[in-house]
């Protein structure tokens, strides 16, 4: 291709201000993550998180609050990310009475039969996997997911999550967890020792086919009370 | 006249105002009403030995129910159902399920549940709605409809489910294991009258009148038998027991295996009803296909015996065998079933003054309409194919071809 010298000094002028720009703000980085099962197809609620960050994100998480809500029998959504000390609020939107419960010690907890908001949220101090369920509805299953980092999301219907850092350095871990997944925890784990690694995302290529999904639904025949 | 007051009865069931709709929880109030039209034999509810329920054309009140779960804490449950239909078995209105229900908050992957009282074995795939009804048809499959007729089980049921979180949730497993009383008679009325298909579930209180036979009537080798059957009693004092397991993937698969045994004393009698010892092994598969059409099918292999021994069997000693297969569609508010179910009755006795065996097929077509939460209708068309050589007793033919038309109209509250 041919470029005038006029215009190539244009665009390395251009580019010397915004790295000068980018520096000076200490520069947040995004990291697009994508999660894909070995047909190719993208795996959706897949938790993907941060740890062993070792720049000093000051992001404490005094306060933060999560929902986990409960509509048409199902816990929505089927995964949530949260950071340790996060309250998570259970509110009930179906009309009918949920006793939402968890045995995952030791975030374990129960709340007593109610609708729409009956309880206090439950706060979350210990990075795990939190399973919930309901003892009126067994077919109800939901996932919390706690996690020691406020940079973390869950993967959409495209497979695809967005993570935000707070500064574009540093040495850190990418994980992801589903309860679909089987891979060995190596394929789940990613190490970025250098930003420009993740810079045009990263990608999860899964070599086990995913077990199946608790959240899908057909119509045709009544699973609730079997 | 009577049956005036029963529908009156019935009608006033479907007014009592409603605590919650369509939910496990509170109070459902339900009525299926409408036109009948059939064809055959004149029913075996009305002392012969049609298949069907309904004898008589015309506008009926097929049933009512009232399906009552009351939490009594956050944990425990009462469950009743009470049923009344239109026809002169028992009392206009009777209890068909009473039992209370244990869920104690799971502290680990595993859940119990324990269930205490009269209820149904955990054997149904079809009889999963309010009130032990079918979403799918209005008459039930030849198993199921027998389970409706004479299986009850008076004593406890202790299910164990868990969730192996290694197999990531979506696969689910539950044994069940039941010891129960009463039940010895469950077998009198396949071993005589055969396979049905049809909806009528028995009460607690009801005596089924048994078919016209000459060897249960006077100087017949059964005399000692009443014209009817209480399938629900204990005769002889020995408990029964079954045994399920269900493995569940998802919303995808659903595999039941149960063994039923009501270990009764074949050679007990009392008032009027024999004791039969009546053992079956059933198994179950609920699936999604492709498409989201979904298949529902079962299969059940087992025998009764009654009496003492004569030539190395029981004087009545019969294997039934049974089995169907359902599929279904819902297309929004619209849903159309169609099932095929086949059954035999065989006899092994020495005994060829009571000859039964019974065997045939039945096919069944369902469309229904939700009109709403609380209303919705229903077309059903079925009919049955039946060799029943017995019938020769009663100076019919030994085959037959009974066909029923349905047009009802279901209501909930």
């Given at each position: 291709m041919l470029v005038t010298r006029e215009?190539?000094?244009?665009?390395?002028?251009?580019a010397i201000i915004l790295i000068t720009a980018t520096a000076a703000a200490a520069a947040s980085e995004t990291i697009d993550v994508s999660v894909v099962a070995p047909d190719g197809s993208p795996v959706p609620n897949v938790a993907v998180f941060i740890d062993n960050y070792d720049a000093d994100l000051g992001l404490a998480s005094v306060g933060v609050q999560a929902v986990m809500d409960q509509r048409?029998?199902?816990?929505?959504?089927?995964?949530?990310?949260?950071?340790?000390?996060?309250?998570?609020?259970?509110?009930?939107?179906d009309?009918?009475?949920?006793?939402?419960?968890?045995?995952?010690?030791?975030?374990?907890?129960?709340?007593?039969?109610?609708?729409?908001?009956?309880?206090?949220p439950v706060l979350f101090e210990h990075p795990g996997i939190v399973t919930i369920g309901c003892n009126i509805h067994d077919e109800m299953l939901g996932y919390i997911v706690v996690v020691d980092t406020a940079i973390h999301a869950v993967t959409d219907e495209n497979g695809n999550a967005r993570l935000t850092l707070a500064v574009a350095d540093g040495n850190y871990f990418v994980n992801i967890w589903s309860p679909r997944i089987r891979d060995a925890h190596e394929n789940l784990v990613k190490r970025i020792t250098d930003p420009a690694e993740a810079a045009d995302g990263l990608t999860f290529a899964l070599q086990k086919r995913l077990r199946p999904s608790h959240q899908a639904s057909w119509d045709s025949v009544q699973w609730n009370e079997y | 006249m009577e049956?005036?007051?029963?529908?009156?009865?019935?009608?006033?069931?479907?007014?009592?105002?409603?605590?919650?709709v369509a939910d496990s929880n509170g109070l459902t109030v339900g009525a299926a009403l409408g036109f009948v039209d059939t064809s055959g034999h004149v029913s075996w509810t009305d002392g012969f030995v049609g298949k069907l329920r309904h004898s008589d054309d015309g506008a009926t009140l097929v049933r009512g129910f009232i399906d009552w779960r009351s939490r009594l804490t956050d944990t425990l449950d009462a469950h009743v159902v009470l049923d009344a239909y239109d026809d002169d078995i028992g009392n206009a209105i009777d209890v068909t399920e009473a039992y209370l229900e244990w869920r104690p908050v799971p502290r680990s992957p595993r859940r119990y549940r324990l269930k205490v009282g009269a209820f149904y074995p955990r054997i149904s795939l079809e009889n999963v709605a309010a009130g032990w009804s079918s979403p799918y048809t209005l008459s039930y499959s030849a198993i199921n409809t027998w389970i409706a007729e004479e299986l009850r089980a008076i004593g406890a049921e202790l299910t164990m489910s868990w969730r192996p979180e290694s197999l990531g949730g979506s696969h689910g497993f539950a044994v069940s294991l039941a010891a129960f009383g009463g039940n010895d008679p469950a077998g009198s009325l396949l071993a005589w009258k055969g396979w049905s298909v049809h909806d009528r579930q028995t009460r607690l209180g009801d005596k089924l009148p048994l078919p016209p036979l000459p060897q249960l009537g006077p100087g017949g080798l059964f005399e000692r038998q009443h014209p009817y059957v209480g399938p629900i009693r204990e005769i002889d004092g020995r408990g029964g027991y079954y045994v399920n397991g269900d493995w569940r993937i998802g919303q995808r698969l659903l595999l039941r295996a149960t063994r039923y045994d009501n270990r009764a004393n074949p050679e007990a009698i009392a008032g009027g009803q024999y004791a039969w010892r009546t053992e079956f092994d059933h198994f179950g598969i609920q699936m999604t296909l492709p498409g989201d059409v979904g298949l529902i099918a079962q299969s059940m292999t087992g025998a009764t015996v009654m009496g003492g021994i004569v030539d190395n069997a029981h004087v009545v000693d019969?294997?039934?065998?049974?089995?169907?297969?359902?599929?279904t569609r819902s297309f929004a508010r619209h849903r159309l079933t169609l099932r095929y179910d086949h059954f035999e009755l065989t006899q092994n006795d020495r005994t060829p003054e009571d000859n039964n065996p019974d065997f045939g097929h039945a096919w069944t077509v369902n469309y229904?309409?939700?009109?709403?939460?609380?209303?919705?209708?229903?077309?059903?068309?079925?009919a049955i194919d039946t060799d029943h050589c017995g019938w020769v007793y009663y100076g019919i033919g030994p085959t037959a071809t009974e066909r029923q038309m349905q047009l009802l109209v279901k209501l909930r509250f």
């Open positions: 215009t190539s000094t244009h665009r390395l002028v251009a048409n029998r199902r816990f929505a959504p089927h995964v949530l990310v949260v950071q340790t000390g996060t309250a998570v609020e259970f509110p009930n939107s009309d009918i009475a949920h006793h939402v419960y968890s045995f995952s010690k030791p975030n374990n907890f129960v709340l007593p039969l109610y609708k729409g908001i009956a309880h206090d | 049956r005036v007051l029963r529908a009156a009865l019935l009608l006033a069931c479907t007014a009592v105002p409603a605590a919650a019969t294997e039934f065998d049974s089995r169907f297969v359902l599929v229904s309409v939700g009109l709403s939460d609380r209303a919705s209708i229903a077309a059903e068309w079925l």
